[in-house]
């Protein structure tokens, strides 16, 4: 990671290094915190602008109530600092991390009186799964770890402490020699990756899981979106592995991976085991979109 030179903490900007907690926070001993992840781009014609920050930060105070947090700022403060974080820090372009977490004051499992704090993080990052991987495809395999049941974790929620699962697959895969993992939901159907949704296509028909069972991706959205406005059929449903080692094509999508398309799921070839044409398509749109080349979607940029 790249340090940044100043972080939003608490409601003023402070020095990168001074942004510390204490030993005893209690988000940091048992995971109750909510957190988003965002994107500016610079733009085409020389300016920037942060992708769907209304939608995030709309995110970001659902996934606090759902978790019983009160978060001490309004989402237009929240979004004014994400701006603020970006220009103090002189990014044209960047990654966003608003966090809010439960501070330090009792122990235990009940936070009772501790003091929800907010802090808004900027810094320059590059393509997640790596620039050869947006261009050519990644390797993929599935995880022997089962994504959370509806009633295990609230997957509505985008919370600290749910990503234990996510890093548990992805070391497991890596580890393994792929480039990331794919988790399957208790029922054994196809949910999503460790940090993306996942989308196959068939037969120029694009297939994802259904919304009930996974995070409701901002990218995933305007994934749908694009696929939508320019006539491809799109259909939300359960699908077995198996159908995924048959499809033609297969992509990730969010906030840091973008759109990245996959080669290889589990040692078989997606397709002709490269990028195919609605992959591709999607990709370039997003892109055309982020980086303000797509006026149709003008509202959800905003600029900075």
Known sequence: MQQAKVIWMDGRLVPWADARVHV????????????EGIRAYQCADGGSAVFRLKEHIERFFDSARICHMRIPYTPEEIEKACVETLRANGLAAGYIRPLAFIGDGVMGLHPKDNPVRVSVAAWEWGAYLGEEGLKNGIRVKISSFARQHVNTHMNKAKVCGHYVNSILAKLEVTQAGYDEALLLDTDGYVAEASGENFF??????????????????????AVLAIARDRGIPVEERRFARDEVYIADEAFFSGTAAEITPIREVDDRPIGKGRPGPITQAVQAAFFDIVKGKDTRYGEWLTRY
């Open 200 to 221: 196959i296509v068939k037969r120029g028909r694009i297939l994802t899981a259904p919304q009930a069972t996974v995070l409701g991706g901002i990218t995933r959205d």
């Open 24 to 35: 005893l926070t209690h988000t940091l001993h048992y995971g109750l915190g909510v957190f």
